[in-house]
Nanobody
Framework: QVQLVESGGGLVQPGGSLRLSCVAS????????MAWYRQAPGKQRELVAC???????NYADSVKGRFTISRDNAKNTVYLQMNSLKPEDTAVYYC??????WGQGTQVTVSS
């Protein structure tokens, strides 16, 4: 079973940027969809962005124009570039691949 490990979270001021990484223990080439989700305290986990093996992307309305998902199958890695961060982006961010278990998540806190 391929395991996913997220990293790159941290504390950032509003308007700042972060890049999250999700490294898979095996090949991501055959995985149909790779996605990022997030869960804020007291809220349900929600889809942030996803990317198909063919390169099609989909974003939550709340992050469109600010976040970009990408995948590097040669490095078995999926990225989430987050720009113009807002306090409401504060959450634990999780990586997910089709048929795979959840990663452990990485905390993103946007605060001045």
């Amino acid at each position: 079973q391929v395991q996913l490990v997220e990293s790159g979270g941290g504390l950032v001021q509003p308007g700042g940027s972060l890049r999250l990484s999700c490294v898979a223990s095996g090949s991501t080439f055959g995985i149909a969809v790779m996605a990022w989700y997030r869960q804020a305290p007291g809220k349900q986990r929600e889809l942030v962005a996803c990317m198909s093996r063919g390169g099609s992307t989909n974003y939550a309305d709340s992050v469109k124009g600010r976040f970009t998902i990408s995948r590097d199958n040669a490095k078995n890695t999926v990225y989430l570039q987050m720009n113009s961060l807002k306090p409401e982006d504060t959450a634990v961010y999780y990586c997910k691949g089709s048929g795979l278990s959840w990663g452990q998540g990485t905390q993103v806190t946007v605060s001045s």
